[in-house]
């Protein structure tokens, strides 16, 4: 799927989605479909093929989607995230919604954050690199993010693919990591990230998540890697020891031939496979101007 490339339906009739390539291994611009309406089935099939291929894929839409076209849209690329992820002591949610994950730098009533905030301090966690939701036992498959305010300063989002990374990794190293398993903890990487240690009710609200290094797609069929911030140490082997291995492969994950920086505009909706890439948020000044992007999650299975 190619630029100026139209998919031929089964009926011989051609379809509008076209996929504009943005980095030689991975991420693309899709035209011809909008993320505002109901997709046709075909059109949902459309984007999992570009999925399969590209992984990252962005649509444009002249304004920002509403709250309700975005979770109708997400519902459709499989079982959904429908209630909030995780219990953050003293957070009031700012949306009304539960299946929009607030990544934003404001309040439950619009302001900024103040530095040293706590909510703030766990938020700028997602400037490490992760993968959506690795902390859970039933992974993140699709996640959509939709720009609604986006700073006049860079404030860009990363991306990381793991199935080119994986097939560029020795032989040797592939097969001293094939057989390896990871705990993923939320806790660990916002302790990572500078945050405040865990209560004991954010503790209870989501315990570690244990999921192979390696695995291959279910989709496309690709081996990858399956790395995250998340990743606190490696079943079987001194934590010191697994921990060097993980950043050893992040290290090599993140060079800039595995990596896509994606420049937001408003409208942007980003869709992304959380089974074989790695992001992150950039930094800016987030006590200072505002930034409003909102994420759905799709899952490998439903979930309460």
Request: net charge neutral; hydrophobic share 40%.
């Amino acid at each position: 799927m190619g630029q100026g490339h139209q998919r031929r339906g089964r009926q011989g009739g051609l379809m509008a989605l076209t996929g504009n390539p943005l980095h030689p291994v991975f991420a693309a611009e899709l035209h011809g479909i909008d993320f505002s309406r109901r997709l046709t089935d075909a059109g949902v099939t459309d984007v999992l093929d570009a999925m399969d291929r590209y992984a990252v894929c962005v649509v444009h839409h002249d304004r920002a989607l509403s709250d309700e076209q975005h979770v109708a849209v997400s519902a459709q690329f499989g079982p959904m995230q429908r209630s909030r992820v995780l219990t953050v002591a003293g957070v009031k949610p700012r949306l009304a919604r539960g299946e929009i994950i607030d990544q934003s730098n404001l309040d439950d009533r619009g302001n900024l954050y103040n530095e040293g905030d706590r909510r703030l301090l766990y938020k700028r966690a997602n400037r490490l690199w992760h993968t959506d939701m690795s902390f859970h036992p039933v992974r993140a498959t699709y996640s959509l993010l939709s720009a609604h305010v986006i700073p006049p300063v860079a404030a860009d989002t990363e991306f990381a693919d793991l199935r080119a990374a994986y097939d560029a990794l020795p032989v040797a190293m592939k097969a001293r990591i094939d057989p390896l398993t990871v705990s993923h903890s939320y806790w660990y990487s916002r302790t990572l990230a500078g945050g405040p240690p865990a209560s004991a009710e954010e503790q209870a609200s989501r315990p570690p998540a244990v999921h192979p290094l390696v695995h291959r797609h279910p989709r496309s069929g690709r081996m990858s890697l399956y790395l995250a911030s998340h990743a606190s140490h490696i079943l079987g082997m001194p934590i010191d020891e697994g921990r060097a291995l993980i950043e050893e492969l992040c290290a090599f994950a993140t060079q800039p031939r595995f990596v896509y920086a994606h420049q937001w505009r408003v409208g942007d909706v980003l869709i992304w496979d959380n089974l074989c890439t790695m992001h992150r948020a950039t930094e800016f000044d987030d006590t200072i101007v505002r930034r409003d992007v909102r994420r759905t999650t799709c899952r490998e299975a439903a979930v309460d």
